[in-house]
């Protein structure tokens, strides 16, 4: 009699058919889900953690910008206590405004900010359980990060959303004084407006959840960072500094419009998380907690 054929399952996959299938994922968010349904996924994980995430962060299918990646290695050097910084302005000026095309700053050389590749954080050979929880964390950014930018367009998609334009096109937002002489920002300016057509946007695009995710990962870390203040071997005055910075605030404080500019993508998620309130039993709309070794 004969037999009835075996069913494909990727948890008969032997090691060397299924790495290369793990190693090959869009994203670690991706990966997650996948750590989560496999078993065999899990087991291969523990062996080659470092292998598996560097191939998805540098691989041709990445879908994390090169810049973003370098965050995400950033978050396991802290949770590895391997921070490549000596004070404040290694991790401020030398590495996060570079996150950024806008930086360097005008006068800054490139040679002289932080990049943080593949051979860094193989040198730290980090921990394969600081290594999982950051790809837990990446899930959940990942889906923080299309909630946010959902309900921005819900906002938009309100019916009680009416936006004007401002009736004078000629009418100059810049350098604009209030009756005091005192600068009104261009945000915070009362025109006499004209409604403005509203289209459906659609959905969010690539572009756009990027930025959302870069936020994210930008919060993360410093609070990573903040969370360690007790064990840096900085400067005394540059761990209190730190302990009173917003992750906006580390962007916002070079001093020039751009950075200020930037910056609003960071407060704008600020602002997002702290909408989440209830709903902190759910661990997917919020930021992860911080790691305990």
Same mark, same amino acid.
């Given at each position: 009699?004969?037999?009835?054929?075996?069913?494909?399952?990727?948890?008969?996959?032997? =090691?060397?058919?299924?790495?290369?299938?793990?190693?090959?994922?869009?994203?670690?968010?991706?990966?997650?889900?996948?750590?989560?349904?496999?078993?065999?996924?899990?087991?291969?994980?523990?062996?080659?953690?470092?292998?598996?995430?560097?191939?998805?962060?540098?691989?041709?299918?990445?879908?994390?910008?090169?810049?973003?990646?370098?965050?995400?290695?950033?978050?396991?050097?802290?949770?590895?206590?391997?921070?490549?910084?000596?004070?404040?302005?290694?991790?401020?000026?030398?590495?996060?405004?570079?996150?950024?095309? %806008?930086?360097?700053?005008?006068?800054?050389?490139?040679?002289?900010?932080?990049?943080?590749?593949? *051979? @860094?954080?193989?040198?730290?050979?980090?921990?394969?359980?600081?290594?999982?929880?950051?790809?837990?964390?990446?899930?959940?950014?990942?889906?923080?990060?299309?909630? %946010?930018?959902?309900?921005?367009?819900?906002?938009?998609?309100? =019916?009680?959303?009416?936006?004007?334009?401002?009736?004078?096109?000629?009418?100059?937002?810049?350098?604009?004084?209030? =009756?005091?002489?005192?600068?009104?920002?261009?945000?915070?300016?009362?025109?006499?407006?004209? =409604?403005?057509?509203? @289209?459906?946007?659609?959905?969010?695009?690539?572009?756009?959840?990027?930025?959302?995710?870069?936020?994210?990962?930008?919060?993360?870390?410093?609070?990573?960072?903040?969370?360690?203040?007790?064990?840096?071997?900085?400067?005394? *005055?540059?761990?209190?500094?730190?302990?009173?910075?917003?992750?906006?605030?580390?962007?916002?404080?070079?001093?020039?419009? *751009?950075?200020?500019?930037?910056?609003? *993508?960071?407060?704008?998620?600020?602002?997002?998380?702290?909408?989440?309130?209830?709903?902190?039993?759910?661990?997917?709309?919020?930021?992860?907690?911080?790691?305990?070794?």
């Amino acid at each position: 009699m004969a037999s009835s054929p075996q069913k494909t399952s990727i948890e008969v996959l032997p =090691p060397e058919i299924l790495l290369p299938i793990v190693t090959s994922l869009p994203g670690l968010d991706t990966l997650w889900d996948l750590l989560r349904a496999s078993p065999n996924a899990w087991r291969l994980f523990n062996e080659n953690a470092l292998f598996i995430v560097e191939n998805i962060l540098s691989g041709p299918n990445a879908i994390l910008p090169p810049v973003v990646a370098e965050a995400v290695r950033a978050v396991i050097l802290a949770r590895s206590e391997a921070l490549p910084f000596q004070n404040l302005r290694d991790l401020q000026r030398r590495f996060l405004f570079r996150l950024f095309p %806008c930086f360097p700053s005008i006068g800054q050389s490139k040679d002289n900010l932080i990049k943080i590749g593949p *051979e @860094v954080l193989s040198a730290a050979a980090p921990s394969v359980s600081v290594i999982r929880s950051t790809v837990a964390t990446a899930c959940q950014i990942s889906t923080l990060s299309q909630a %946010c930018l959902s309900s921005y367009l819900e906002r938009l998609r309100d =019916p009680s959303f009416r936006p004007m334009h401002c009736l004078d096109p000629d009418l100059s937002y810049i350098n604009f004084h209030g =009756p005091d002489g005192k600068r009104v920002m261009a945000w915070d300016c009362v025109f006499e407006g004209t =409604p403005a057509k509203v @289209v459906d946007a659609g959905q969010p695009n690539w572009v756009e959840e990027m930025r959302a995710v870069r936020a994210l990962w930008i919060i993360q870390l410093v609070g990573e960072v903040q969370y360690q203040s007790h064990t840096l071997d900085w400067p005394k *005055e540059d761990v209190d500094k730190l302990k009173g910075m917003s992750p906006a605030d580390m962007i916002d404080q070079n001093n020039f419009d *751009e950075a200020r500019q930037k910056s609003e *993508e960071v407060k704008s998620l600020m602002q997002y998380i702290a909408t989440l309130g209830e709903a902190k039993q759910d661990t997917y709309y919020q930021l992860p907690r911080r790691h305990h070794s």
